[in-house]
């Protein structure tokens, strides 16, 4: 059996090399010549798995995503063609939630704000739409929900795009769809960007399309420009280089970058070819992640903002990414090259709080409760 993987996707040596022939290449270079002697092709979000990359693949049998967003893959086709398909939803959820909680803490040192008693907006209420909803009930936030989709089946727990717009901080979490009843392509256009406040910021961390980039351009260039924190960008791996300048945060596409969150897409994937060939499953995520640098820290009081922005800094320092995007910015490549030798992030989670430590778990640390002196001894004894 041959596999064709993305070189992006971590572990696919150890995962699938016992039982078949793994070859990695750039995402963006799968060629349909490449395809023709191909039993199981594995990407990420960059290749588009449509007819003409599948025009020669004869042999595939099995497409897998490791991400979350399906919108670069033809599912319609792959089930005409019986072509078996799997993604990994959640994946990468909480280091979106991760990534999210950053830049909250970053626009709040940058408006001078303290977040507690401020309102969100989240758009698309899904998986990580939901960790970024709970990180910030823990610091506090008011936290307005929009799912027009869910809200149909749960009409009383979410608002309206319009009340979400009018949110201090709008955050975006909802994949990109053309058409039908709740199409998100440039869900932020050029008129309900008109309709907002220059106090206001946003967050898009879902898929650059969402937003109109060129009206976005506009307003910023305007007499009351908003504060943006943009992980995604129309047309990428291309960048509207002229926005950049008018952006909080700009970061290439990483929000979904932890290590954990990679390994368990490619976890995902794993396990569904297992099913499908019958094969016994001979790993578990956790087996394949290293121990993180910082395993554990001692709090005594619970925690107030600037101490989260501290503690959130030790494991995931949000304004490095930002400063590699503008450093490397108008360089060819620059894009993909960032994402392709990102450094290893782990998860809030991988960092044990202990002590007393409120709302540390709802932020996404691990936390052990008990008395400081008891934690001590525990930790002392381990
Ligand atoms: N920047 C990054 O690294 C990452 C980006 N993503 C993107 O984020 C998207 C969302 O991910 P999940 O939350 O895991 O997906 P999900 O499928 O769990 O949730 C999406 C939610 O959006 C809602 N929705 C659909 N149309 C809507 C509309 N017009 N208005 C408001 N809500 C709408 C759905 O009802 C659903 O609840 C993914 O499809 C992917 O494109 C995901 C992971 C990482
Ligand atoms: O899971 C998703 O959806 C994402 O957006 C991924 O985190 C993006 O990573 P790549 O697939 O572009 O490496």
Redesign the pocket.
């Known amino acids: 059996m041959k596999i064709l993987a993305d070189e992006n996707m971590p572990f696919v040596q150890e995962l699938f090399g016992d039982w078949a022939e793994v070859v990695t290449c750039p995402g963006r270079e799968i060629s349909p010549e490449q395809l023709r002697d191909v039993d199981v092709l594995l990407v990420r979000?960059i290749t588009g798995v449509d007819a003409a990359l599948l025009a020669q693949a004869e042999r595939l049998s099995f497409v897998g995503t490791a991400?979350?967003?399906?919108?670069h893959i033809d599912t319609e086709l792959l089930a005409r063609r019986g072509i078996a398909f799997a993604s990994a939803?959640?994946?990468?959820?909480v280091?979106?939630g991760d990534?999210v909680l950053a830049a909250l803490l970053r626009v709040a040192v940058h408006k001078g704000w303290q977040l507690q008693g401020k309102t969100l907006g989240v758009?698309?209420?899904?998986?990580?739409?939901?960790?970024v909803a709970a990180r910030a009930r823990a610091l506090g936030m008011t936290v307005l929900l929009?799912?027009?989709?869910?809200a149909q089946r749960d009409p009383t727990a979410f608002v309206g795009?319009e009340q979400a717009l009018a949110a201090d901080i709008v955050s975006f979490?909802?994949?990109?769809?053309h058409g039908g009843d709740?199409?998100?392509w440039h869900?932020l256009d050029q008129a309900t960007i008109a309709g907002l406040s220059g106090d206001q910021v946003l967050i898009?961390?879902?898929?650059g399309d969402v937003w109109d980039n060129q009206a976005l351009l506009a307003r910023q260039q305007g007499p009351s420009p908003l504060t943006l924190v943009m992980?995604?960008w129309e047309h990428e791996p291309e960048v509207l280089a002229p926005l950049v300048p008018h952006v909080l945060i700009a970061t290439p596409?990483?929000?979904?970058?932890s290590l954990e969150?990679k390994v368990r897409g490619t976890f995902a994937l794993y396990r569904a070819l297992c099913e499908q060939l019958g094969n016994d499953r001979r790993f578990t995520p956790e087996q394949l992640l290293p121990p993180p640098p910082i395993e554990a820290l001692h709090l005594n009081e619970a925690p107030d903002q600037a101490v989260v922005a501290r503690l959130v800094r030790l494991v995931y320092d949000i304004e490095l990414d930002d400063a590699a995007f503008r450093q490397f910015l108008g360089q060819t490549g620059f894009f993909d090259r960032l994402r392709k030798h990102y450094p290893q992030r782990r998860e809030l989670g991988s960092l044990r709080l202990l002590g007393t430590v409120g709302n540390g778990e709802s932020l996404g640390f691990k936390v052990s409760g008990g008395s400081a002196d008891s934690l001590l001894t525990e930790k002392a004894d381990r």
């Open positions: 979000s991400t979350i967003g399906c919108d939803p959640g994946c990468n959820k280091a979106v990534y758009v698309g209420v899904g998986n990580t739409g939901a960790e929009c799912d027009p989709p869910r795009l979490h909802v994949p990109l769809i709740h199409p998100t869900l898009n961390a879902c898929r992980d995604v596409h990483i929000a979904g970058y969150g």
